[in-house]
């Protein structure tokens, strides 16, 4: 998750490569997103509306599982003061070879205004 929140844009490009299928998929608040340049489109305007600002940094909720090829974590974001303002359950299904195919993300908090 980390690697998806850094401030150089060619550096997340890299992340998004190295951790999902060339025709993975991403699927948040009822829309798709398919491959590597919409999947970097989507996560850079995600940073520039929640974090690049300073409002909010990308934290996990230490509860990852994995069973097979299926891995399932929260995702939050979070306020400088601790507070969650934001939280989504994420599904991954994963390749044989280990990459992302499938990404569900499932607002179990939404965020306020």
Do not use: C, N
């Not at 844009?9 to 998929?25: H, K, N, T, V």
């Not at 989507?42 to 934290?59: C, E, K, N």
């Amino acid at each position: 998750m980390e690697r998806l929140t850094v401030v150089v844009p060619e550096s997340r490009r890299a992340a998004i490569g190295e951790l999902w299928a060339p025709d993975g998929a991403e699927f948040v608040e009822g829309t798709r997103f398919s491959g590597l340049e919409k999947l970097d489109a989507r996560i850079d305007h995600a940073y520039q509306q929640f974090v690049a600002s300073g409002r909010y940094a990308v934290t996990a909720a230490d509860d990852v599982a994995r069973h097979d090829d299926i891995v399932t974590f929260t995702i939050q974001l979070t306020a400088p003061d601790g507070e969650v303002a934001w939280a989504a359950r994420v599904f991954l299904l994963l390749g044989a070879d280990g990459l992302i195919k499938e990404d569900y993300q499932l607002t179990v908090k939404a965020l306020a205004g």
